[in-house]
């Protein structure tokens, strides 16, 4: 039997809108072996998203099943009502094919999965230029009501605080710079 190894796991975490998100869809359109654990979560999908492909989209009810039936390697109410959380399911299916798993979570998402990883994982959160920035990137990204902005930039305030917990950071001032960089720490620690 031909014996392969067990894929690794790239974490990428940081405040909404400080373009994470961005950085790990360039990362996959690499050769480098990596696949998108797709989370799941019980808020409702927004226009353009899909079950399956952006998250699994549960009932909260379900969400709370999973819960105790132990189904998630890690999960939290990233929101008041909005659960989100990996499945244990998501990860094997993709480290059992021998590929590499590219988690875009929350602060505290990724901190778990560190801990629960360590060696196997690599921790990345990625900075941005500033608070004011992060702000004019949620407005004019527009998925959400001013609400929910005026939410999410409090929760990005106090998990600026995090960072430093992180294996390393990446300062997205520019975001081509911040792909390169990217590239860079996740082929090392493929590699090592
Ligand atoms: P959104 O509603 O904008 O898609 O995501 C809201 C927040 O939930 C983001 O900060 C995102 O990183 C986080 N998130 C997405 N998936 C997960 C997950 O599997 N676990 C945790 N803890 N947070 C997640």
């Known amino acids: 039997m031909v014996y392969r190894k067990k894929g690794k796991l790239l974490i990428f975490s940081a405040p909404s809108g400080s373009g994470k998100t961005t950085i790990v869809r360039n990362l996959l359109e690499k050769d480098l072996d ?67 798993v590219v988690f875009d979570i929350d602060v505290q998402g990724g901190l778990n999965l560190k801990k629960t990883f360590g060696e196997e994982a690599l921790a990345i959160f990625v900075m941005p230029p500033s608070v004011e920035e992060l702000e004019k990137r949620l407005k004019r990204r527009s998925t959400d009501d001013p609400e929910k902005i005026r939410v999410r930039i409090l929760k990005a305030e106090s998990e600026l605080k995090y960072a430093e917990l992180f294996d390393r950071i990446i300062y997205n001032t520019d975001l081509e710079k911040a792909v390169k960089e990217a590239e860079q720490m996740v082929l090392d620690f493929i590699r090592s």
């Open 34 to 100: 990596l696949e998108f654990s797709i989370s799941a979560c019980s808020r409702p999908a927004r226009k353009n998203e899909q079950d399956g492909r952006d998250y699994y989209f549960f009932t909260q009810d379900d969400f709370i099943q999973k819960i105790k039936k132990g189904e998630f390697v890690e999960w939290e109410e990233v929101y008041k009502d909005h659960f989100y959380g990996t499945l244990r399911s998501e990860v094997e299916r993709i480290r059992n094919k021998g590929k590499h």
